[in-house]
Structures are given as structure tokens and as C-alpha cells.
């Protein structure tokens, strides 16, 4: 995932407070009582842990690390793992709650988990990376496990990231444990078809966006703001069905066609050589936060946490938008967005795709037996077309928005499953 819209034109958005109020917002609905809220405000387990590296110059420097589980009523945990340098302790307690509703919403046996290194990778060479990952890995070892706290791949991190915690959890525990994460690749465990999952779940809900719009999605223009693991492959995607993906951006601004950006394979292969997306013929270089505003029929927010917010979301004139990252949009930028008539599928629903093949793939680890890339994709496709469509009853029963009616259906679920259990002693 790429960086966000320039400082300047960003606010300051503290993350937990608008995953606190979007929750605030839903209990009111369901009429929660006060001692439920409460638990479901708070997370449930917080660790932080400072740790030493020995770095290639022989000098030593202390990373500060993150791993925090919201709720686990419904099942284990399950989280990605972020290297970067703007990690903080309050965005991984707002991601971790927005893990539990985004299992919940796709009917997930999970709770939600997040965790980071306060780090940015790019710094390190290739040999600090997997000496800091390891150390990291033995630290928040007392929390992970197959049955306990399943991490996988988020910003700044990759299968190889994971497959050094799968290692390095394995050699703590003297046998190898595939299962302890997932997003690792298929040589030792991950699944077919993981990498692709995010994106490829942000098309499904695309194709469904656009039937229950009543809208062609071939020939629409496409903007993706973030252009990583995530956005690249909506784009890929989206390109490949038809749609017109007219803007893409990452860290160092993006390019702009209203004609069309064309073959993103092409684009593809000269990012990854290059690293950054490329300058060219193929359109105008425009910044992160004026990609946010362009004259497009569908944006998609694959970035950072608080992009479309108070400061620009009026100014913003897609009238479909689907939230491929986490916490794109601040509830102030909900409020103008749904004045204007735009529709927003959120994000707990939109970019469930990559939790849902890491169910796959650590089920497959806990059996020891794995599916082909196919039947994969099948089953992905099955599961988050159910949750769009129990997200758009709910919202027509209740008249209210989308994201209303995921948080209806995810802390439904996570309070039936708190009250059915009980609360120990």
C-alpha cells in the first residue's frame, strides 16, 4: 500500500476515535447497554514490547513493536503485521477492531488483531529486516499461535516476512507450524490464489456494487488511489473486466488519463523495476489528494487510514466508492459523503478478501490439505458475494447506509456470540 494525500491537505485523524464513534454510532441502533459497549470499546489484550537489533554495522538500535487483540468472542484472532514508520498504538487498536467487524461481517470463525513495528523496511537491508522480524517474531511469541492469534501480511510486510515468524515460531516450538500465520508462500504452507485475495475480493464487491446500482461496470472510470499489493491488483482486475481505470497513484503521486491509463501489466512490470510508478506518455502526474477528486464514476481508496475526510470529501465527485483500505473515510467525511448521495461500500466489507483466503489457508495448514487456485477463487467469490448481500437487506430493512449496515450485521454477530458465552467467572 502506498502513502497517504500530502500532510497539508490531510487533517490529523486519530484512527481509534473514528473506529470508536462508527461503533458509537451502531450501538445506538442495536441499543446495546452500557456494559457491552464498554467491552466492545476496549481491547481486550495490548503488548508492547521495545527490542534490540544488532544492525549490519555491528551498532545496536531498539525497535518498538505492537500486538493487540480487540475481542475474541467469536474464535482466535487474526491480524496483518504493518512495518512503518507512522505505526502507533492507537491505529493498531482501531485496525484490530475493525479486524473483529470485518470477520464478523464475512461470518468468519475470527476476532480481530493487529500488530506493527514502528520501522520503515525500505531503511534496512535485507539481513536487518529478517534479523528485526525474528526478534519481533520471539517477543510477541507468548501471544501467537494456530489456536490463539493467527498473524498475516499488511503494509510494509510480505510472505517472506511471514515466513520468517512461521520459522521462527517453529523453532521456539521444535516442529514446524504452518498455521501460526498465513500469507506465506505456497512452498511452505500459504495458499493459492493468497496474494491476489484483497484485490480480488474488491472486484467481486465491484461487480456486485454496480448490480445493486443497476450500473455497467465495463466502460467506467476507475481511480485507485494506492497502487501496492492491494489497489495494483483491483486495477489489474478491474481492467480485465472492462472498466476503464483512468487514475492510479502510490507514494510519489500518480498519473491521470481520462481516456484510459491502458495495459496495466505493462504499468506493472515498469513499477516493479523502477519501484514507484513510472513517468510517461501515458498521462498527467497529479498528487494522491487531487486523484481523490477527479471526475471519475468509481473511486477506490487503497491507501491509508483518514484519506477522504472533512477537509475534502465535498470536493469529491465519485458517486460510487469502495473502500479497498482500512479506515479510508473519517466519520465527518461519512456525513458529507451521504448528504451528496454517494455511495460507499465500506470497508470491513469491501476489502474482506484477504481475510477470507487466510481462513482458507489456515484451514488448509490445520489439515495438512490444500486446494487448487480455482476452487479458491470460487469459494472467495461465494462468501463475500453472501456478505454483500446480507449487508444490502440489512440496509434496505433499516433504510440506512452500507456501512450502517455492516456494523448492524458484524456487532451483532460479536454481541450474540458474547451473550451466548457468557462472561467468565
Not at 118 to 133: A, G, H, Y
Not at 174 to 182: E, L, Q, R
Request: aromatic letters at 6%; charged letters at 25%.
Amino acid at each position: 500500500m502506498t502513502t497517504s494525500t500530502n500532510a497539508a491537505e490531510a487533517p490529523a485523524e486519530n484512527p481509534l476515535d473514528n473506529a470508536i464513534e462508527q461503533f458509537n454510532a451502531v450501538a445506538d441502533r442495536l441499543q446495546l447497554d452500557e456494559g457491552m459497549r464498554d467491552v466492545l470499546r476496549h481491547c481486550k489484550r495490548e503488548f508492547t514490547v521495545n527490542f534490540p537489533v544488532q544492525m549490519d554495522d555491528g551498532s545496536i538500535r531498539v525497535f518498538t513493536g505492537y500486538r493487540v487483540h480487540h475481542n475474541e468472542a467469536r474464535g482466535p484472532v487474526k491480524g496483518g503485521l504493518r512495518y512503518s514508520a507512522s505505526v502507533s498504538l492507537d491505529e493498531v487498536r482501531a485496525l484490530s477492531m475493525w479486524m473483529t467487524w470485518k470477520c464478523a461481517v464475512a461470518g468468519l470463525p475470527y476476532g480481530g488483531a493487529k500488530g506493527g513495528v514502528i520501522v520503515d523496511p525500505r531503511s534496512l537491508s535485507k539481513r536487518e529486516l529478517e534479523r528485526m522480524t525474528r526478534r519481533f517474531a520471539a517477543e510477541i511469541g507468548i501471544l501467537i499461535g494456530p489456536d490463539e492469534d493467527v498473524p498475516a501480511p499488511d503494509m510494509g510486510t510480505d510472505g517472506q516476512i511471514m515466513a520468517w515468524i512461521m520459522d521462527t515460531y517453529s523453532m521456539m516450538h521444535g516442529h514446524s507450524v504452518p498455521a501460526v500465520v498465513t500469507g506465506k508462500p505456497v512452498t511452505i504452507g500459504g495458499s493459492s490464489g493468497r496474494i491476489e485475495a484483497t484485490g480480488r475480493g474488491v472486484l467481486f464487491v465491484t461487480q456486485a456494487a454496480c448490480h445493486d446500482r443497476g450500473i455497467a461496470l465495463e466502460g467506467a472510470r476507475i481511480a485507485v488511489q494506492g497502487f501496492g499489493n492491494v489497489g495494483s491488483v483491483a486495477a489489474k482486475l478491474l481492467s480485465e473486466a472492462g472498466a476503464k481505470v483512468v487514475a492510479i497513484s502510490d507514494s510519489n503521486g500518480g498519473l491521470y488519463n481520462p481516456d484510459g491509463l491502458g495495459d496495466m501489466d505493462e504499468i506493472l512490470a515498469l513499477k516493479h523495476e523502477a519501484g514507484l510508478i513510472p513517468d510517461g506518455a501515458r498521462g498527467t502526474r497529479i498528487t494522491n489528494a487531487e486523484l481523490l477528486e477527479l471526475p471519475v464514476d468509481i473511486l477506490i481508496p487503497a491507501a491509508l487510514e483518514g484519506q477522504l475526510h472533512g477537509g475534502n470529501a465535498a470536493r469529491v465527485q465519485a458517486p460510487m466508492i469502495i473502500e479497498a483500505a482500512n479506515g479510508p473515510t473519517t466519520p465527518e467525511a461519512d456525513r458529507i459523503l451521504n448528504a451528496k448521495g454517494a455511495y460507499v461500500v465500506p470497508d470491513i466489507l469491501a476489502n474482506a478478501g484477504g481475510v477470507i483466503v487466510s481462513y482458507f489457508e489456515w484451514v488448509q495448514d490445520l489439515q495438512s490439505f490444500f486446494w487448487e487456485e480455482d476452487e479458491v477463487n470460487v469459494k472467495l467469490k461465494r462468501i463475500i458475494e453472501r456478505a454483500f448481500r446480507e449487508v444490502a437487506a440489512i440496509r434496505d430493512e433499516h433504510a440506512c447506509t452500507m456501512r450502517e449496515a455492516a456494523y448492524i450485521l458484524a456487532v451483532g454477530r460479536v454481541v450474540e456470540a458474547t451473550q451466548v458465552r457468557g462472561i467468565f467467572p
